[in-house]
Nanobody, 120 residues
Framework: VQLVESGGGLVQPGGSLRLSCVAS????????MSWYRQAPGKQRELVAT???????NYADSVKGRFTIYRDNAKSTVYLQMNSLKPEDTAVYYC???????????????WGQGTQVTVST
């Protein structure tokens, strides 16, 4: 499975961006998809997850501002980011996890990352 992100860039505080992640090579609709981010000098953190059943979960820091959603027909997961803050500046990574039988180690897939910078 290949994951390719796009949509990052420079935006002013209070602005919006939409990240996209296109998946190829497998049955996208069965995957749980997530967005992670990593700021300089910090550990990678989970931002949002959408399951194969379209249930969503968000980090407290982005609740009410970010929305994750998916289009299975396009094998794409999105992250709509509104009311951006300077502390949202990071490299954002797309993550995919296929269904994993109980007792087996999940095989995770990662995109190459896209830079989001929130600054004046």
């Amino acid at each position: 499975v290949q994951l390719v992100e796009s949509g990052g860039g420079l935006v002013q505080p209070g602005g919006s961006l939409r990240l996209s992640c296109v998946a190829s090579g497998s049955i996208f609709s069965l995957y749980d998809m997530s967005w992670y981010r990593q700021a300089p000098g910090k550990q990678r953190e989970l931002v949002a997850t959408i399951t194969s059943g379209a249930s969503t979960n968000y980090a407290d820091s982005v609740k009410g501002r970010f929305t994750i959603y998916r289009d299975n027909a396009k094998s794409t997961v999105y992250l709509q980011m509104n009311s951006l803050k300077p502390e949202d500046t990071a490299v954002y990574y797309c993550h995919g996890r296929p269904p994993t039988p109980l007792g087996q180690i999940p095989h995770d897939y990662w995109g190459q990352g896209t830079q989001v910078t929130v600054s004046t």
